[in-house]
T-cell receptor
Framework: DAKTTQPPSMDCAEGRAANLPCNHSTISGNEYVYWYRQIHSQGPQYIIHGLKNNETNEMASLIITEDRKSSTLILPHATLRDTAVYYCIVRVVGTGNQFYFGTGTSLTVIP | GAVVSQHPSWVICKSGTSVKIECRSLDFQATTMFWYRQFPKQSLMLMATSNEGSKATYEQGVEKDKFLINHASLTLSTLTVTSAHPEDSSFYIC????????????FGPGTRLTVT
């Protein structure tokens, strides 16, 4: 079962930062936080993941609170192509360990 | 990066027939593959976990005799929807993880199944 809670939808102006929150208050010490996004009728695309430290890559930044009960995905300069459903998932690392998707946040980037 | 393909990308079949969907890891060996289904405007629902050379593990509520999964090699898993009915119409997505300890799941582009 999904262990995350996200707002169902958000809007963001093109060129501005998009901040997508996720609550995972029951996260265990060995569970990572992953973010994926899904553009309409496509397979999910990996964005970023982290355990306790903040992470940054070419796509986004991930900010995890000190108690690890919540996190925020930041798209620094949103473009129209970032319009998608964003999923926050917690998972124990391992090749056989499953992802359980929650309902996600539908982000709309507005021109 | 790691690429996962699915074939076909869409299929229409008649009620009562069976349809097979292939999932391939193109540039890596996948010891574990996963199958999901997604109904319109809903999230992905995990159906089963497939390990190479062994029987798939199905999630609660998923009929294993209806959704046959075979993972015969490190690069190929198949999902066969048997005796398909209109309610089986859905978007089916596979994913794969590498055997090298990667932290990511790589997802295929999905297969749209329509049962008439």
């Amino acid at each position: 079962d999904a262990k995350t809670t996200q707002p169902p939808s958000m809007d963001c102006a093109e060129g501005r930062a998009a901040n997508l929150p996720c609550n995972h208050s029951t996260i265990s010490g060995n569970e990572y936080v992953y973010w994926y996004r899904q553009i309409h009728s496509q397979g999910p695309q990996y964005i970023i993941h982290g355990l306790k430290n903040n992470e940054t890559n070419e796509m986004a930044s991930l900010i995890i609170t000190e108690d690890r009960k919540s996190s925020t995905l930041i798209l620094p300069h949103a473009t129209l192509r970032d319009t998608a459903v964003y999923y926050c998932i917690v998972r124990v690392v391992g090749t056989g360990n499953q992802f359980y998707f929650g309902t996600g946040t539908s982000l709309t980037v507005i021109p | 990066g790691a690429v996962v393909s699915q074939h076909p990308s869409w299929v229409i079949c008649k009620s009562g027939t069976s349809v097979k969907i292939e999932c391939r890891s193109l540039d890596f060996q996948a010891t574990t593959m996963f199958w999901y289904r997604q109904f319109p405007k809903q999230s992905l629902m995990l159906m089963a976990t497939s390990n190479e050379g062994s029987k798939a593990t199905y999630e609660q509520g998923v009929e294993k005799d209806k959704f046959l999964i075979n993972h015969a090699s490190l690069t190929l898993s198949t999902l066969t929807v048997t005796s398909a009915h209109p309610e089986d119409s859905s978007f089916y997505i596979c994913s794969a993880t590498t055997s090298g300890g990667s932290y990511e799941q790589y997802f295929g582009p999905g297969t749209r199944l329509t049962v008439t």
